[in-house]
């Protein structure tokens, strides 16, 4: 398994700023995983971010709305950007031990309202 | 796009009672999960089932899955109200490595 915290926990951020999200895993992974939850929603998948590689995003999302970094293999951040209204969500990340398609394992999320 | 959906959206029921959730998909899978989630936090992994499985057990939760029908659902016996949280299936597909999708999730309250 792997244990992986999230900074912050949450935030109340004003329209046209930014946030940072951190994720920082307690074992080296390959694969890591951005999801958005929006209220009452299920998870979509924003981007998968390996190390050493460009993120790759899922249809709908950009990365100048989502930029991704990767520097080593035990963190990631994601940033959004621009904030309207429509971001407030919780924002997760993941890993996976054994490749994107086996059990990934979860941060505590972060929550997050823009007004 | 969500590759499965889930019923019901929402079930209540009486502590030490079972609780039944199902999910559906639409297109050929590795295998199926099932994740649990408290009050807004982050997602718990329950269990895995393969797609050559058919049924697979972890404690009090039974996780069933039917290929032919694309279909799976996950008992909990004897609900604690600890149990009380969201429960999303989630697909590892056959054509892709690298990603899961989630369904949109049963929410169970278990009242005491």
């Known amino acids: 398994s792997a244990v992986i915290s999230q900074k912050p926990s949450r935030d109340i951020c004003q329209r046209g700023t930014s946030l940072t999200i951190q994720c920082q895993v307690d074992s080296q992974v390959t694969m890591m995983f951005w999801y958005r939850q929006q209220p009452g929603q299920s998870l979509t998948l924003i981007a998968t971010?390996?190390?050493?590689?460009?993120?790759?995003?899922e249809s709908g999302f950009v990365i100048d709305k989502f930029p991704i970094s990767r520097p080593n293999l035990t963190f990631s951040t994601l940033t959004v950007s621009n904030m309207s209204p429509e971001d407030s969500s919780i924002y997760l990340c993941?890993?996976?031990?054994?490749?994107?398609?086996?059990?990934?394992?979860f941060g505590p999320g972060t929550r997050l309202l823009v007004l | 796009s969500q590759q499965g959906e889930e019923d019901p959206q929402a079930l209540s029921i009486q502590e030490g009672e079972n609780a039944t959730m199902n999910c559906s998909y639409k297109t050929s899978i590795n295998n199926l999960q099932w994740y649990r989630q408290n009050s807004g936090r982050g997602l718990v992994h329950l269990i895995l089932?393969?797609?050559?499985?058919r049924e697979k057990h972890s404690g009090r939760l039974r996780v069933t899955l039917d290929t032919s029908k694309k279909s799976s659902s996950l008992l909990i016996t004897a609900s604690r109200a600890a149990d009380t949280a969201s429960y999303f299936c989630?697909?590892?597909?056959?054509?892709?490595?690298?990603?899961?999708?989630f369904g949109p999730g049963t929410s169970l309250s278990v009242i005491p």
């Open positions: 089932i393969r797609s050559n499985e």
């Open positions: 993941s890993v996976s031990l054994a490749g994107g398609r086996e059990t990934q394992y």
């Open positions: 989630a697909t590892g597909l056959k054509t892709s490595y690298d990603k899961v999708i």
């Open positions: 971010a390996n190390q050493g590689s460009e993120a790759t995003y």
